[in-house]
């Protein structure tokens, strides 16, 4: 269910003069309208003119679903980070009916898109777009936040071609282990599954696990039932193709190991294995502080790939229409007090 226009109840802190609402996904719905309140983090500057994207969470859905948790970490988690490989956090608000995140508006599209119109990566496409995810995890990793949720559907493409990290929903500032069971099927690692407790190691995995799809096309584990899915990452058998180079090969093993103190990332020394990996190192290797500051120069070849098709920073012509609703949602049921009232 969705609505065209948002009237918002809070009171006025910034405006800015155009909102462009451009990133469409189900249940989340983005829509132009002239002006739109919102809370600023101390850390914001008043921005005019800028587009970006508008995630309408649905109350009444959010406290159905026992997510209320989740978007509370969520914006707390995102209003801390400032990554050039994350998607920025400009601010929040809500209304009777919904909660709005402000985020910065990509217009490349979604990186799962260019996957599957690609059908299958070359090594050095795939080193690109992993080394900016291990960017990623490094930076929260160093803040004890562990991602869960990697798959190609949470990456977006800027309009240079960079990666660009959303949906924090499962993301959680955890020291040691926590034991909540989520992420999808075809990457949770054995750990959250046996529910031993899971803690940075099961970003590794993932990150294995989108290699492994980025190079042949699908993930390792595939079923037409998750339980059967769920019995082949249990063994960890991971059949390679024949086209896959040795270097991907050996970090996919690597990272897939079910046993996390074997683990790349999880074993001493860290990331710092990772990076030194012949997957990322060599004469044909990363130029990890040219990646970081996004210099083209600098990259040369070894840039991005892909140059998403972009005529201005309001085309969303790269991403798919979803049908729109005037259909408004039921107001949401607390049982004691309001529990988005920080939000």
């Not at 994207?53 to 989740?70: C, D, G, S, T, Y």
């Not at 060599?282 to 970081?292: I, R």
């Not at 120069?297 to 085309?315: C, F, H, S």
Request: hydrophobic share 40%.
């Amino acid at each position: 269910m969705f609505i065209s226009q948002i009237s918002p109840v809070l009171p006025t802190t910034c405006r800015f003069s155009l909102f462009f609402f451009a990133w469409r996904c189900p249940n989340i719905h983005f829509t132009p309208i002239q002006t739109c309140p919102y809370r600023r983090h101390n850390k914001l500057k008043k921005a005019t003119g800028t587009s970006v994207a508008v995630k309408m969470l649905k109350k009444a859905e959010v406290v159905r679903l026992q997510q209320i948790e989740h978007m509370i970490s969520e914006r707390a988690i995102l209003a801390a980070l400032d990554h050039p490989f994350i998607v920025t956090l400009r601010g929040t608000f809500q209304d009777e009916l919904y909660l709005y995140m402000v985020l910065e508006y990509i217009c490349g599209g979604e990186f799962f898109t260019h996957l599957r119109k690609a059908g299958r990566f070359e090594n050095m496409t795939t080193q690109f777009y992993a080394a900016q995810i291990v960017l990623v995890f490094e930076h929260l990793h160093s803040q004890d936040i562990i991602y869960r949720d990697l798959k190609p559907e949470n990456l977006l493409l800027d309009e240079r071609g960079y990666l660009k990290i959303t949906d924090f929903g499962f993301a959680k500032k955890v020291q040691f282990k926590t034991y909540t069971l989520c992420g999808t099927p075809e990457y949770i690692a054995p750990e959250v599954l046996l529910n031993q407790g899971h803690g940075k190691g099961v970003d590794w995995w993932t990150l294995g696990i989108l290699c492994y799809e980025m190079l042949k096309g699908e993930p390792p584990f595939v079923d037409d039932e998750p339980m059967g899915i769920y019995q082949q990452i249990l063994t960890g058998k991971v059949t390679f193709p024949r086209f896959f180079e040795r270097p991907a090969k050996k970090f996919i093993k690597g990272v897939l190991q079910t046993d996390t103190t074997k683990r790349l990332g999880v074993k001493f020394p860290g990331v710092k294995l990772i990076k030194e990996h012949k997957m990322f190192s060599g004469p044909s290797g990363v130029n990890w502080e040219a990646l970081m500051s996004k210099d083209d120069a600098a990259l040369g070849e070894r840039g991005p790939p892909i140059i998403p098709e972009v005529k201005n920073q309001q085309d969303t012509s790269n991403f798919d229409p979803y049908p729109e609703s005037t259909e408004l949602p039921p107001a949401p049921n607390y049982s004691g007090s309001d529990p988005f009232v920080n939000f």
